[in-house]
């Protein structure tokens, strides 16, 4: 990083780099859509792939394939009933990021508009 950015910039581009996982997964379209509807499912245990995939308008494989990259960062989970996998809207650390990303947008904000004022 260097001599170029002040503290404050610097833990901004850390916490970007800490969640670069997370952003990537908010930044596709069909990514948003399949977490608006797991978090608004009335379903107890979950939706399968195959009403989700229709739900968004994908192939079974491509949501399986979004559904996959939302899981490995913990934003959704899955559970298993005899051969029918159930999805389910977890976020795990994923607000808490945001908040965090946020929280330190704001002082690289406050502390720039310091030093230029």
């Known amino acids: 990083m260097g001599d170029q950015y002040s503290q404050a910039q610097e833990a901004a581009l850390k916490e970007f780099q800490s ?5 990537n997964a908010l930044a596709n379209p069909n ?6 509807i797991l978090g608004t499912m009335q379903e107890p245990h979950g939706l ?4 989700l995939a229709k739900a968004i308008g994908l192939s ?3 949501t399986s394939h979004h559904l ?5 960062i913990g934003m959704v989970a899955s559970h298993q009933q005899g051969n029918i996998v159930y999805y389910y809207l977890t976020l795990n650390d994923t607000i808490a990021r ?3 990303l946020t929280s330190t947008l704001k002082r690289q ?3 720039e508009a310091k030093r230029v004022g």
Request: proline fraction near 3%; avoid cysteine.
């Open 19 to 23: 969640d670069i996982g997370h952003l």
């Open 31 to 36: 990514r948003q859509r399949l977490l608006m």
């Open 48 to 51: 399968m792939v195959n009403d």
């Open 60 to 62: 079974q494989p491509a």
């Open 68 to 72: 996959k990259a939302l899981r490995d």
């Open 98 to 100: 945001l908040e965090r």
């Open 109 to 111: 904000a406050h502390h």
